[in-house]
């Protein structure tokens, strides 16, 4: 791993399928006879902590959060319009749920922008309901931190992208 990859305690870091994390310590552990440097992460939200071998963050796509400068373009691209998608919806669905659990915030962008429904629009059904939440929560999860906002007024200024450009 290369010292601009370095994590240290205290990091917010993103692990793929779950979101923003907080790196709690780096910590030796010795399994099956053999030592292991584990970065110790801590996922407030779902009370959840997960031990990832060092030398597999690199592998799982562990990454820091976003830079001001790329959320920046990522919020922008909210503003594209999409063509609805046609197709079934359970491979839709699977897709979008790929997306989310890619951790790539584009990708994520890219769900909601699908996904958003203003309210003059026709009702989405229960699962793209789900859908948009998840990725609308690990989006503002993100933005709240990089911008140093609270996650509600993060999900209202996605939101408020979103309707503009719809």
């Known amino acids: 791993m290369s010292n601009r ?3 240290a305690q205290g990091d917010f870091v993103v692990y793929p ?3 923003v994390g907080q790196l709690g310590s780096i910590e030796t552990q010795t399994i099956a006879g053999c030592e292991l440097k584990v970065l110790v992460i801590t996922f407030e939200k ?3 902590t997960l031990r990832l071998p060092l030398q597999k963050a690199q592998a799982s796509g562990l990454r820091r959060l976003t ?3 790329q959320l920046g373009e990522i919020l922008g691209s909210l503003k594209r319009r999409v063509k609805a998608k046609k197709g079934v919806w359970a491979r839709r669905a699977q897709e979008y ?4 659990n890619s951790g790539n915030p584009t990708s994520l962008a890219e769900v909601l922008r699908e996904l ?3 309210d003059t629009q026709p009702e989405q059904s229960y699962s793209e309901r789900q859908i948009y939440r998840s990725a609308l929560e ?3 999860c993100e933005v ?3 911008e140093s906002i609270d996650e509600e007024a993060a999900t209202k200024r996605v939101e408020d992208i979103l309707e503009k450009a719809a």
């Open 97 to 100: 749920e790929l997306k989310i």
């Open 17 to 19: 399928s779950h979101g």
């Open 138 to 140: 690990r989006l503002s």
């Open 144 to 146: 709240a931190l990089v």
């Open 46 to 48: 779902t009370k959840m």
């Open 5 to 7: 990859e370095a994590f």
């Open 67 to 69: 830079s001001k400068e």
């Open 116 to 118: 958003y429904r203003k």
